[in-house]
């Protein structure tokens, strides 16, 4: 499974982007998720969602109520809805896929399959 995102980009406080993650090869059963990387940071999760069409999800508690993750199976791609953006949403944002949705869910230790990330600049 390769995993690709796209998306990122530069825009100001208060407005929004969508993320997309397209993924060659099999993840309709893999729970996949966003994580996010700020300078000097470390990495910290944002929004995971299950395998077999998605029916839940998590999200960190910085994102909630404003990012919205969902995912397209039959077109391979994952997308993050992000609105009401912040300066401190500023960060390479990755997409990230595992059988398993605690792993997703949490730290990203052990995750499977990794995406390349895409730049998202927020600015004040």
Do not use: H, M
């Given at each position: 499974?390769?995993?690709q995102a796209y998306g990122g980009g530069l825009v100001q406080a208060g407005?929004?982007?969508?993320?997309?993650?397209?993924?060659?090869?099999?993840?309709?059963?893999?729970a996949m998720g966003w994580f996010r990387q700020a300078p000097g940071k470390?990495?910290?999760?944002?929004?995971?969602?299950?395998?077999?069409?998605?029916?839940?999800?998590?999200?960190?508690?910085?994102?909630?109520?404003?990012?919205?993750?969902?995912?397209?199976?039959?077109?391979?791609?994952?997308?993050?809805?992000m609105n009401s953006l912040k300066p401190e949403d500023t960060a390479v944002?990755?997409?990230?896929?595992?059988?398993?949705?605690?792993?997703?869910?949490?730290?990203?230790?052990?995750?499977?399959?990794?995406?390349?990330?895409?730049?998202?600049?927020?600015?004040?």
């Open positions: 499974v390769q995993l407005g929004f982007l969508r993320l997309s993650c397209v993924a060659s090869g099999r993840t309709y059963d893999y470390e990495r910290e999760f944002v929004a995971a969602i299950t395998g077999w069409n998605g029916g839940g999800t998590s999200y960190a508690d910085s994102v909630k109520g404003r990012f919205t993750i969902s995912r397209d199976d039959a077109k391979n791609t994952l997308y993050l809805q944002y990755y997409c990230a896929a595992d059988p398993q949705f605690r792993i997703v869910a949490g730290t990203g230790d052990g995750v499977d399959y990794w995406g390349k990330g895409t730049q998202v600049t927020v600015s004040s």
